[in-house]
Nanobody
Framework: EMPLVESGGGSVQAGGSLRISCTTT?????????MAWFRQAPGQEREGIAT???????TYINTVKGRFTISRDSAKNVLYLQMDSLKPEDTAIYYC?????????????????WGQGTQVTVSS
């Protein structure tokens, strides 16, 4: 198993920025896995918003493209999500997730490893 732990969530005003992080308490290397960020707003389904494959290629859903950046620091074994120009509709619990292989979809069922989530609240 690869338990994941998110950190860095909090409250920010619209237009502001936050960076959330994800690491693992195991000996697994995040860089050897397809990693993703998901989010779940109240009353809504969990949606995949960004992925990064073993080669470092990233994908984003349209609603965050140009505002969010997924990256990883292989030396520190940490996954990041830099969130800029935040909007109230970005308010959600953010989860990091991982899976084996180099195919990185955004559907929840494809991911084996999950963190407990970190709350991000954007006020207007």
């Amino acid at each position: 198993e690869m338990p994941l732990v998110e950190s860095g969530g909090g409250s920010v005003q619209a237009g502001g920025s936050l960076r959330i992080s994800c690491t693992t308490t195991s000996e697994y290397r995040l860089s050897n896995h397809c990693m993703a960020w998901f989010r779940q707003a109240p009353g809504q389904e969990r949606e995949g918003i960004a992925t990064i494959d073993l080669g470092g290629s990233a994908t984003y859903i349209n609603t965050v493209k140009g505002r969010f950046t997924i990256s990883r620091d292989s030396a520190k074994n940490v996954l990041y999500l830099q969130m800029d120009s935040l909007k109230p509709e970005d308010t959600a619990i953010y989860y990091c997730a991982g899976k084996g292989g180099n195919y990185c979809p955004t559907n929840r069922s494809s991911y084996r490893f999950w963190g407990q989530g970190t709350q991000v609240t954007v006020s207007s």
